[in-house]
């Protein structure tokens, strides 16, 4: 079996080393507790809904908790080492400079409509993606130079590129290229988003309320889970309800009270009164992109006021005072878990006297009431949030602190999370706060390059060339000095001012065992149970 290089042992010991300080919920209790139990309805609470359960069209964690569980995927990724490993491919070759795919499936695996997933049926999925556009960005950038697939027989299809993709076998693992019944590929996006689709995955949609709540139900004789998973065949719980509470003070109270199982977005104000309540907290950081302030570029095309707001920020201290214990500053804008992270901390210090000079030097001269001027404009921005996490508001509220000092007026303006991917392609917005999580460096491709989606208007550049050969790289150590320069250009020409690489901790009751993390660190609950 011959793997891509999409990731490297390097990055694989640091996952390692997070995992072993908070892995998954209930792992301490688990000797005590006896044999795992089936059955049982496990209710998760999240922040938000993003209006949508079709997992090729959902970015934010919250949704993609519960979506994930419909769909099986090609491969899986380990957390711990970063490799990838078989799922519904038994095994798979890589061909022509990493421009053909070739995916051995199991047999016997059926979508919950009772229909085979076959080749046929992983050619209609890959097919239907680029035709979703701006409503299915991640999945769309995972298959960027797509080809076609070749139904070589019922249980081998051929996946083609016109140029090299080196990334390909890791999007493979991810939710957004889950494969889905064909059925549901000849919906309309909008019918997918609404009623769902149907999957192989170990749960089915039972009950969706938009902005409410999301009810799975066990999949019956389901046996063709992920090679990581413990358990192989049907998953232990009966039901899985994701029930929305914005507030983070009333997931917390839910919690406490036993009105709920387990809880997302938990925020530093909030461990205290969950450890003495005797809930357990896992976490893990992020791989991806770092939460940060995404600029507007062709709003703001003067590097020396992007990079004067970069230095403004006081990285330590957002992450020290409002996210949970052990969170890190920022120190690129790729997480330090992501394969080919680069530390370019010394390029994202605090530096509010050099942030002042650059401002000087760019003609935005100080005012009487601290925000500065230039050509009778105030210097100032709207940063536009999302409320699916309990630590959004206090960052930038602490940022916006931070900017005033060297006169900048930070204006925040609360958005739904379902209007995220509007507002993106409108480019209707100064700034956006947020994060995109995934476990391969080429989310800088399809996050930045001027030559796919380019939601932060970034002027084409050298980057783009960077980025495209770091995705056609075959050689392992070509690929991570080109992540590497990639990162320099984004950090250093300010075009996104990273903050805090995110830190997902969880909140679960002491009877909830073998809640897991997978490599996204995004939440895994074939295994999970409640006893």
């Not at 085979?116 to 979703?132: I, S």
């Not at 890791?170 to 019918?191: D, M, N, Y």
């Not at 100032?380 to 602490?398: C, G």
């Amino acid at each position: 079996m011959r793997r891509a290089w999409s990731v490297w042992t390097t990055a694989g010991t640091l996952v390692t080393a997070v995992l072993a300080s908070g892995c998954g919920a209930g792992d301490a209790a688990d000797g005590a507790a006896g044999a795992p139990r089936s059955g049982g309805t496990l209710t998760f609470a999240v922040g938000s809904d993003t209006g949508c359960v079709d997992p090729q069209q959902v970015a934010s964690n919250d949704t993609i908790y519960s979506v994930r569980h419909l769909v099986d995927s090609l491969t899986d990724q380990d957390p711990a080492t970063g490799k990838i490993v078989p799922w519904l491919a038994q095994r798979w070759e890589i061909g022509d400079g990493a421009r053909t795919y070739t995916f051995h499936l199991r047999p016997g695996v059926t979508f919950s409509d009772g229909t085979p997933l076959d080749a046929k049926a992983v050619k209609a999925t890959f097919d239907a993606v680029p035709k979703l556009g701006v409503l299915g960005l991640l999945a769309k950038g995972y298959l960027a130079g797509y080809e076609g697939t070749t139904v070589v027989d019922d249980l081998t299809a051929r996946v083609r590129f016109k140029t090299p993709n080196a990334q390909f076998l890791q999007a493979t693992a991810t939710h957004s290229l889950g494969i889905l019944s064909q059925a549901s590929v000849r919906k309309s996006p909008e019918q997918r988003c609404a009623k769902g689709v149907v999957g192989s995955g170990p749960f089915v949609l039972s009950k969706y309320v938009p902005a409410q709540s999301i009810t799975l139900a066990k999949r019956k004789g389901y046996g063709w889970g992920s090679s990581l998973w413990k358990k192989q065949g049907e998953a232990y719980l009966d039901r899985l309800v994701f029930k929305v509470l914005p507030e983070s003070g009333v997931r917390t109270g839910s919690l406490q009270s036993g009105q709920v199982d387990a809880i997302g977005s938990v925020g530093r104000a909030d461990e205290a009164a969950l450890k003495a309540s005797g809930a357990q907290l896992p976490a893990r950081a992020n791989p991806g992109i770092v939460f940060g302030i995404s600029l507007n570029n062709a709003r703001f095309k003067d590097e020396r006021v992007r990079r004067a707001i970069s230095l403004a920020v006081d990285r330590k201290q957002v992450a020290e005072t409002v996210f949970p214990a052990g969170t890190r500053p920022a120190t690129s804008i790729l997480a330090r878990t992501t394969p080919g992270y680069a530390d370019l901390g010394a390029s994202l210090a605090p530096d509010q006297a050099k942030a002042r000079s650059l401002l000087d030097a760019a003609g935005w001269k100080a005012g009487g009431d601290g925000v500065r001027r230039k050509d009778g404009a105030e210097l100032a921005l709207t940063v536009k949030w999302f409320a699916n996490a309990a630590t959004n508001r206090p960052s930038l509220e602490l940022v916006q602190q931070q900017l005033k000092a060297v006169g900048i007026r930070l204006e925040l303006k609360e958005m739904q999370i379902a209007q995220l991917a509007q507002v993106q392609t409108s480019g209707d917005f100064d700034a956006l706060w947020g994060n995109l999580t995934r476990a391969d460096p080429d989310i800088l491709r399809t996050t930045y390059s001027t030559r796919l989606a380019n939601a932060y208007r970034l002027p084409p550049t050298d980057l783009d060339g960077i980025l495209d050969g770091q995705a056609a790289a075959s050689d392992e150590a070509e690929r991570k000095r080109l992540v590497e320069q990639a990162q320099r250009r984004i950090v250093e020409r300010a075009y996104i001012v990273p903050v805090v690489e995110l830190q997902t901790e969880l909140g679960a009751a002491k009877n909830v065992h073998d809640l897991m993390f997978d490599a996204s660190s995004r939440i895994q609950l074939h295994d999970t149970w409640i006893g």
